[in-house]
Structures are given as structure tokens and as C-alpha cells.
């Protein structure tokens, strides 16, 4: 068997899923995330007993040892390595390993904050389902399309956010000190209210910050919409590029 | 009276609205579907007197035997009768009946939550509306338009979720246990907060969590607008097409 | 002067809002609109003392004064007049001032609860305001537009109301029966979720029902975007029209 | 060095941002805006020790000194000065320096409530931001293309709080006497509600009230959908008019 076959072979399995042989292998990772999602889900269940402990390491050791062994395979028949390694995807590819490496090397046990970091990071595995997804080349495609408006969205929202958290102490300060005691407490105000979540443990009361709420909220109502009207926007685009090209 | 000719009169009267009788008998399962909803609603209400139940149950009786003949007719008219039984609209059909039969039969005497969820069954009556709607068609048509988009929403959505619940988890495990004490808590608290519901009965209080709540917020708002967006460019689309064919 | 030119003088001023005295007019009324709106607002708030109530009560009498002037003259100027008495804009224009005249001839002193009532059918003098603006003919058609979407929305909301209800009571009976103690009681919790309000006075604790919430508003998110589609969808095929009839 | 020479050079660099000065003008005038938008945030944490405030103090005067500079250049090179001061970037730059110098004149020293509004005034300096933000000018043509709509928007909006304010002020203010107790309560719970963000301090709790609030919601979804539908149709009309031009 000659490398440079070899090579080839390699490379249609990891990025042709078309092939017979592709298939298998995405079908494969695609099940090693989900795995590795769900264990480190059920490692954060308070209480667990040894035993299951023990079980779920299992497990992350054999997800962590198929994602090595994609990497070493990505980056065997990758053209430009660098591009690879230092790519979205490869980072993401490293960041489902390295974790792991770092713990059994004894990095973490240094600090416990350092390990509690380094073993949450395991969680942006679940960005590796993105490569199995032809619909995510399409969202990339569109977010480049709406560049310009995501940056207006996210201009004119720092800007109501911050007039909104000042004009809020502002009212507020006196009547709810505790509640209100700096800007950055009416911050936290402001994202829960523009956001239309309302938690509800802060709160307006004096009529000047109610009535300063319904004025944010009039406009804001608009600034929030932005993002629909980007989407339903982009979506009709892309729709009639595709029945142009395709016509 | 031939049989065939009677078949062609049972399937003129079940499947044709334009006729006389067709009109009358989907008035007459209108209001029976409207009667036996809030019938089961009605049985809800706690502390009910035992002639209420009678009476409850004998027009659950009537109304069960409406749908019976009404399932016998469309099983009888059905070309393709396997196609009928195992179709949607069959199997609504068929869950309409069946609970109160499995009663009688005493089913679920055996166990008592097994009863519970075969009286539950009963709700998917309502269901049997969409039979009598138009527009029930164009939407099935609209999902089936925009499929792609309803998949890469539906997957953007778990990734979202998946890195909330195990980010707010991350921030705020340690001020409060109690209601962050796994990934799974923190779930229910990601789909409060990015549908924008907030309850309130969950919240972060760290500077972190609510950092990261605005940072997930910001992503959420556009993620959250995929289904407007797919809407209104679905709607936009199919007002071009009956425009064109109407010209 | 001849009744003949008297009357069509009044119409010019009732309804032609291009001539001095029509303008005129519709300012007058535009004010009163607003005075007798805020009236009914003051006269709210309890421990008013007696000089208030009273001054309350002569504003109350000057504008119903003049509402009645401006019936009179529409009724007037009317070619159909059973047409104007018992159209939308008629009908408006009757609430504006009977509740008064039944309230001086003490017809709500038979019963506290129709005093309430006469005295509460007030607050719709505020759509005498739709009146004065252009663009609600504008809305009037964009609806008819969308009669059809307008349905769907509403039976598809229906249904998901029901099955919500009934669902959430279904899972939360047993360890919340003073909160969900039947569909009824879910149907509120239903209207507060999937608008997305969240008020936060009830809310799912078990973990059934905390999916259940979850797929609901995976739905219901999209349902909830109809209206939005339908309103861009209006307004690009109103813009589109406008562009070619003005092109 | 001719002082008309002088003039032009002010004015490249004041207003061009293609040049090498104009660009770096700019970003001093951004890094000053950001500085001084902190500045104010941090003020308004309790507790500051005198030092922290006196850096603040110091900080906050040099910031006034570049915008007193800024405001003096744009004067200095502005065609028509009155059209500058009078201007909306005319008085933002004008609110940007003049708390500063009244509170040195001592203007505050008179009434601590004066005091504390001009102080507040100094939050405007973040809309100075807009002038450096080339998508504000789009901004700024979509408002005025959608014009029409947005007054549309207003005035249902304002009809619609009106009736929903009083409508639960009849149907709760026996039940819940403290928290509906005239319009005016009811006009918070109204906006609350009708922008779907739900605090949960305030919410129906009769039968009556409640259906009410469903119906309110059914229509106010529809119009808050609006601006939505508004950002979603210029954003088309938008692109459009760019690939026209563009092709």
C-alpha cells in the first residue's frame, strides 16, 4: 500500500460524505459528541455515587481517544496545517481534547479554579455538530450577508442599553438603593427589560421610572426587532438567489 | 339500493363539502369535537358533584359514538385502507375512540396511571379540527417549504441550550446550589430565558451569570427570530406564487 | 340661507378635512377626544376629593355636550342614515354619550354592577381618535389582506392553547393542585407561556412538565411569529403596490 | 500660514474621515467618548473612597477639555453656525460640556435636585457615538421611509394601552384594590404585559381579568409585531434599491 493512496483514502473517509466510507465515519463522530455532550451533563449531577463516577470517566476517556484520533487524521491529510489548527473548526477540535490531556498531566491540580476551567471547557464539543450540518455554511453565508446590520444592531443596543441602566439609577437610586445603587446594577435592569425577559427581581416603582420604562420599551420594541428583520430579510434573499441559479 | 352507489354516497357526504350533505356532516363533527373538548375540560374541575360526572360521561358517550361511526364511514370510504389507519388524520381518529373503549374494557383498572394517560389521550381530539380547515393544506405546505430552515433552527436552538444551561451551571453553582446544582437545572432555566419567558423563579445574581446572560441574550435574540423569519419569507413567497397564477 | 347649502356646508365641515372649517373641526373634536380620555383616567383614581368629582363632573358634561353635537350633525349630513347609526364609526359615536344621558336619567341607580358597567363603556371613546387618522384605513385593508393568515393564527393558537392546558395539567396536578387544579387553571398558565409574558405566578416544577414547557414553546415560537409575518408581508406587498402605482 | 488655509485643514480633519488626520481625529473623539461613558458608570458606585473620586474628577476634566475643543473646531469650520448649534449633533456636543461648566459656576450649589439632573445630563455623550457610525445615516433614511407606520404603530399602541389600562383596572380593582387602583396602576400592568416582558409584580388574578388579558395579548401580538414587520419590509426595500444601483 503506497502513502500517498493511503492518504487519499484517509482523506475521503474524513471529509467526503458521499462515500460509503464518510458516511460511517460522520456517523460515528456524530454519535462520539452526543455521547460526550450527555456524560459531561450527568458528571455535573450533585451526589453521585463512585461507582458512576468511575463509569462516566470511562466514557470520556474512549470519546476523548476517537476525538484524538480525528484530529491526528484531520491533520494528517490537511493541505495547510496551519490553517487547520488555527482555524474555527480546529480549535474546536482542540479544545475537545485538550482538557482531558491537561487534567491527567496534573495541570489542573495546581488551583482548583484553573481545573474547574479547564474541565469546562470540555462543553464546546458540542460546536463540532456544526461541521456535520450542510444548513451551517448557509448561516455563515447569511451573517456575512447582514455584516452591516448586525453592527448596527449590536451600536444601537450598547447605546440603549446604557442610556436605559443610567436613566434608570437615575429614578430609582433613592426609592430601591439596594436595587439600584450604580449604573451597573441598572444594567442588569436593562438586559432583563429590552430583552422582554422581565425576571422580575428588579423592577421600576416611582411613576418617573415607570414612565421612562414605557419610553425605552416604545423604542426599543424596534431595536430588538432588528434582528427578525435581518433574518426574514436574509432568508428572502437567499430564497431568490437559489430559485434564480436555479430557473 | 346498490351498495356501490351507496359508497359513492357515504364518500360524497365525508370527503365533499361542497354538497348539501357534506356540509351538514362536517357541521355535525364540528360541533362534536367542540362539545367533547370541553367536555374533557369540564371533567377537570376538582370536587365535582357525582351527578355532573353522570352527565359528563354520558355526552362523552354520545359524542365517542359520533366519532365511532365517523371512523367506521372513513374506513369504509378509504381506498387505501392500511394508508387511512396508519395516516395522520387516522390515527387522531383513532386516539379519539379508543380511550374510552379501553375504559370500558376495563383496561385500566389494572393501573391507575396507566388509566390516567389513556384518559389524557383524549386531548388530541382537537386535533380532528384541523381536518376542517383550508388553511391546515397551505401551512403543511409552508413546513415543507422551509424544512431546511426549521432544521438548522432546531439544531442552533439545542447547541444554544446546551451552552447556556452548562454556562449559567459554570457561574452560578456556587451562590446558589440549590437551584443551579447541575446542567440539567440550568436547562430549564436556558429555555425560560431565551424564549424570553422568564418566569423569575430562576435567575443569576453573580456579575459572571449575568454577563453571560447578555452575551447569550444578544445570540438568542437573533436565534429566536429564525421562526419570523422563516414565516414571513414563507408567506412573502406563496403570495408571489398565487399572485403569478392568479395573473 | 337655504336648508340645501346649510347642509352641505355642515358636510363639508364634518368630513372634508382639506377646508379651513373641516380642519377646524377636527381639531375641536381631536381635543375633546383627548380631554374626555383623561377625565375618565382622573376620575379613577380613589380619595379624589368632592371639588375634584365636581369639576370632574362639569368637564365630563362639556364634552359629552359636545359629542352630542358632533352625532347630531353626522347624523345630519348621513345619505344612509340607518347605515351611519349602526356602523362601526356610529356605533362608537352612540357609546361616547350614552352612558352619560342613562346616568342623568338614573337608569344605573337600579344596580351598582350596570352603573359600573354604563359608566365603564366610556373607555371606548378613545377609537373616535381612528377616526382622525389616515393610516387606519390603511390597516383595514392590510387585514382583508390577511383575513385568511388571521384565521390560521387563531384556530392554530386555539389548539395549542388546548393542548397546553390540558398537558401542563396533566403534569403538575399532583404537586401543585392549588395552582393547576384543572385545564382552566393550565389555560392561564398557557396564555402567560406562550405569549411569553411569564408573569411568574405559576410556572412547571416537575421534570415532565418542564419538557413538556420546552417543546411547547419550540412550537409555539413559531405560531407566536405569524402575526409578525403576516404584518411584513402586508406591508411589502402594500409598499410594492404603492411603487407601482406610483411608478 | 494663511488662516483660509488654516480653515480647510480644520475642516479635513474634522469632517473626512478619509484622511490620514481625519482618522486619527476620529479616534482620539471615540477613545474619549468610551473614557468618559466609564467615568460616569464608575461615579455612580456607593461607597467611592475621596481618592477614587478625585482621579475621576481629574479624568472627567480632561475629556471635557477635548470635547470643548471638538465643540469649538466644529463651530469654527461649520458653514452656517446656527444650523450646527441648533442641530440634533449640535446640542448632543453642547449637553457633552455644559454640566461640567455649570457645576464650576456653581449653578448646582443652589438645589441639589438641580444638581443631580445636570450631572445626569453628562449621559447624552454617548450618543455622540452615532456622528462615527456610517449605518446611523441608513438608520436614519429607513425611519423616514417608514414614517407612515411608525406613527400607525404609535397611535394603536396608545389606544390599545388606554383600553387594556382600564379595562383591568374594572375587572381587578375589587379583587387586587392595591395594585389596580385607578387607570394609572393599570397603565404599567398594561405596558408590562403588551411589550411581553412580564415583571410579574402586577397580573390578573379573576376570571374576568384573565380572559381579558388573553384576548389584549391575541391583538397586542399582532401589533407588536409591527415594528418588526417595518424593519423586516425596509431592510427588502433597501437591499433592493443597493442591487439596482449597485448592478
Do not use: C
Not at 482542540?94 to 491527567?104: E, S, T
Not at 460546536?127 to 448561516?139: E, H, I, P, S, V
Not at 451600536?155 to 451597573?184: C, D, H, N, T
Request: hydrophobic content about 50%; charged content about 20%; overall charge positive.
Amino acid at each position: 500500500m503506497k502513502p500517498t493512496s493511503f492518504l487519499a483514502h484517509v482523506h475521503t473517509m474524513v471529509d467526503n460524505r458521499e462515500t460509503r466510507h464518510g458516511r460511517a465515519f460522520e456517523y460515528v463522530m456524530f454519535g462520539m459528541i452526543t455521547v460526550s455532550v450527555v456524560t459531561f451533563s450527568l458528571e455535573t449531577i450533585p451526589g453521585l455515587s463512585k461507582q458512576a463516577r468511575s463509569a462516566l470517566y470511562v466514557v470520556e476517556a474512549v470519546t476523548v481517544g476517537f476525538f484524538t484520533v480525528e484530529y491526528g487524521l484531520r491533520l494528517y491529510v490537511a493541505r495547510k496545517r496551519l490553517t487547520y489548527v488555527f482555524g474555527f473548526y480546529g480549535i474546536i477540535d482542540m479544545l475537545a481534547v485538550l482538557p482531558f490531556y491537561l487534567a491527567v498531566l496534573g495541570v489542573g491540580h495546581i488551583d482548583a479554579r484553573v481545573l474547574r476551567m479547564v474541565r469546562f471547557m470540555r462543553v464546546f464539543r458540542v460546536l463540532k455538530f456544526l461541521r456535520y450540518n450542510q444548513a451551517a455554511d448557509r448561516l455563515h453565508r447569511a451573517i456575512l450577508i447582514s455584516k452591516e446590520e448586525i453592527v448596527l444592531f449590536v451600536i444601537l443596543s450598547m447605546i440603549l442599553l446604557y442610556v436605559s441602566a443610567s436613566g434608570i439609577w437615575y429614578f430609582e437610586r433613592e426609592i430601591q438603593p439596594e436595587k439600584f445603587g450604580s449604573v451597573f446594577d441598572g444594567l442588569w435592569w436593562a438586559v432583563a427589560t429590552l430583552t422582554t425577559v422581565g425576571y422580575g427581581d428588579v423592577y421600576p416603582v416611582t411613576p418617573g421610572g415607570r414612565f421612562f420604562t414605557f419610553l425605552l420599551l416604545m423604542i426599543g420594541l424596534g431595536i430588538i426587532a432588528i434582528p427578525s428583520g435581518i433574518i426574514a430579510s436574509a432568508l428572502s434573499k437567499a430564497r431568490l438567489e437559489q430559485d434564480e441559479s436555479g430557473g
